[in-house]
């Protein structure tokens, strides 16, 4: 049954790098247009692209989070994106370290409803957290890839924790795998 992994969505990718030095937010977010700076609630400076669309997150430290992007290559245009305006603006950039992704959030559709009281028990309780009064979905922990994988009972489940999308289309197959073996689909 392949239509699970062929419906899969990458939502969110985050990754993170570093400029190997410290930087003034104030200083930065009065220069870099469209950068939003307000340390009273956040301490980065945030600076959003459109194309991709993307928020990057800056902070003193020089350390970097790219989030929002749907796809590893849009993450990688961002980044640049924000390179291309730091260098602009004079802020040496060529001690940057290599973007690394750190979480790849991604959405797929099983095509049949489940039952997640019968996958609680058939998971087996050590994997799972499924408590439907303080949350709808069944929480299912798979350690190879290792990642969180939500289901719900209308056969959409989320991958989080993924560092490629290999490793989510794997949890796909993962998931599939232990539901036929349980005889819980459809």
Request: glycine share 8%.
């Amino acid at each position: 049954m392949s239509h699970g992994r062929d419906s899969l969505e990458v939502q969110n990718v985050v990754a993170s790098t570093a400029l190997g030095q410290e930087l003034d937010l104030e200083s930065l977010s009065l220069d870099l247009a469209g950068s939003d700076y307000n340390p009273d609630n956040f301490p980065g400076l945030v600076y959003r692209t459109q194309s991709p669309k993307a928020a990057n997150l800056i902070f003193r430290s020089g350390k970097i989070v790219c989030t929002g992007a749907s796809s590893v290559a849009d993450v990688t245009r961002a980044l640049d994106s924000l390179f291309d305006e730091l260098e602009e603006l004079g802020i040496p950039i060529e001690n940057r370290e290599e973007a690394t992704i750190q979480n790849i959030v991604s959405s797929a559709d099983l095509g049949t409803s489940l039952n997640l009281n019968a996958l609680a028990i058939g998971l087996g309780l050590e994997n799972i957290e499924y408590e439907p009064e303080q949350f709808p979905g069944l929480v299912y922990r798979i350690d190879d890839p290792k990642v969180v994988v939500l289901l719900f009972g209308s056969g959409k489940i989320v991958i989080t924790g993924a560092k490629a999308v290999a490793d989510a289309e794997a949890a796909v197959d993962v998931v599939t795998e232990r539901i036929e073996e349980l005889g819980l689909f459809g």
